[in-house]
Nanobody, 122 residues
Framework: QLQASGGGLVQAGGSLNLSCAAPGVSFSQYALGWFRQAPGKEREFVAAISWAYDLTYYADSVKGRFAISRDNAKNTWRLQMNSLKYEDTATYYC?????????????????WGRGTQVTVSS
C-alpha cells in the first residue's frame, strides 16, 4: 500500500511538498507518478518519473511549477509544488507501475495510494 502525505491548505502562490512512501516494498525498478482528481472531474496525470534514467514527464498545466523526484534508497518519491494556483485544488494520488512507457496513462500503474488533499485558496 502506498502512503501519500504532505497535502494541506495553502494560499495561491504558495508551495507544498507531497511525499509517497512504500513501506517494505522496493519500487526502484518501477515508474512512479502523481495524478490528481478534482470534484466532478476525471483523475488526471500530473507528473511521472521513469525507473530507467529518471526521465521526468509533466502535464502542461504544471510544467515549470512542479517537480517530481525519487529516492530509491528510502523507497519514496516526492512532488514539489510551487506557485500553486486555485485550479491545482484536488486530491493527489501517487502511483507506481512496472512499465516505463505510457507514463501519462492511468492504466500503466498497478499500485495506488489513497490520496492526499491539496486545497489552494485564491
Amino acid at each position: 500500500q502506498l502512503q501519500a502525505s504532505g497535502g494541506g491548505l495553502v494560499q495561491a502562490g504558495g508551495s507544498l511538498n507531497l511525499s509517497c512512501a512504500a513501506p517494505g516494498v522496493s519500487f526502484s525498478q518501477y515508474a512512479l507518478g502523481w495524478f490528481r482528481q478534482a470534484p466532478g472531474k476525471e483523475r488526471e496525470f500530473v507528473a511521472a518519473i521513469s525507473w530507467a534514467y529518471d526521465l521526468t514527464y509533466y502535464a502542461d498545466s504544471v510544467k515549470g511549477r512542479f517537480a517530481i523526484s525519487r529516492d530509491n534508497a528510502k523507497n519514496t518519491w516526492r512532488l514539489q509544488m510551487n506557485s500553486l494556483k486555485y485550479e491545482d485544488t484536488a486530491t493527489y494520488y501517487c502511483a507506481a507501475g512496472p512499465g516505463d512507457y505510457g507514463l501519462t496513462q492511468r492504466e500503466t500503474y498497478d499500485y495506488w495510494g489513497r490520496g492526499t488533499q491539496v486545497t489552494v485558496s485564491s
